[in-house]
């Protein structure tokens, strides 16, 4: 005899994150109320939509209310629960606004997640969220692999690391923007290897463009990004990524804020990243997100 929970109809929303023109950034679909859902519901959904990550809203835990927390987010990738995730904080944030979220702070929403409280603000790029602290790992043994699997050797690469800021990235930064877009990459060995590899170059110029008024032109990119992941396929734009490369580069100084960076060109997509670095020395990841989908789903 079936025990099935009955399902009930759920606001949802999938939002396109990192552009101004729907259908060019990268999905995610965010369930505005995940009340009632257990761990196995939300993955299996997650795995249904079949997008890089599928998000559920939450009232804050008892600790995140009393620290400030506007909302909750759980993130699934098809695979597994991730403890944070860059364009899935701001599509998020995007739907908790859309659908009439008032946050309990004057010019920024706090977005409680796993890896902890995230501080998202409005921006002139749209929603931008503070960089969380990252740890830098050591690089794997076998690198010599990956750069096979890129097509790559190593006198394109310039420098490396392995960074975890809730994501875990191989972050390289190759010789120009030329060697990146070209890269036919075999994503079946890095999906094997288990590594999400991201990958960066710089325009010419990029260190020395002139930034009038602390800011950057975005139609202009500084620096050109892909991301490939361990599910076998190339990531449109990466939000996380994206902030382990600006906290990385800058520290390096191979990069300075603020900056935009291109993503999604060789599948199909223009994502476009605004790195805005604050008073208090705080990066912020941002971008334009648009609603391309509304309605309810039934969970």
Known sequence: MSTAIPLQPRPFMTVDVFTAV????????????????????????ARWTDLSETTFVL???????????????????????????????????????AQGGVSNH???IVQECAKGLISIQRSIHGLAFA??????????????????ALGIDAAQVQDAAYLDNGARWLCLLLDNTD?????????????????????????????????IGGACQETQAQLEVR??????????????????????????KHMQAPYVASQGIRVGR????????????????????????QGTVQL
């Open 131 to 148: 960089t969380p602290p990252h740890q830098a790992l050591p690089l794997p043994d076998h690198l010599h692999l990956i750069y096979e």
């Open 179 to 211: 060697s990146v877009l070209g890269l036919e990459p075999d994503l079946a060995r890095i999906k094997a290897m288990g590594h999400k590899v991201g990958v960066a170059a710089l325009y010419p110029a990029a260190n020395a463009m002139p930034l």
């Open 270 to 293: 223009n994502g476009r990243v605004s790195v805005q670095k604050d008073a208090q020395q705080q990066l912020w990841i941002g971008g334009h997100t648009v609603t391309c989908m």
């Open 59 to 97: 009232p804050p835990t008892d600790t995140g209310r009393a620290q400030g927390a506007d909302y909750r987010v759980r993130i699934f990738t098809p695979a597994a629960e991730m403890p944070f995730a860059g364009y899935p904080t701001l599509g998020t944030c995007h739907a908790w606004l």
């Open 106 to 108: 004057p010019e920024r």
């Open 22 to 45: 729907p259908y060019r950034g990268n999905p995610v679909t965010v369930v505005l109320d995940g009340r009632g859902l257990d761990d196995a519901q939300m993955q299996n959904f």
């Open 227 to 252: 991301a490939f992941s361990t599910t076998g396929v190339e990531d449109p734009v990466t939000g996380s990524l994206n902030g382990s490369l600006a906290q990385w580069l800058i520290a390096q």
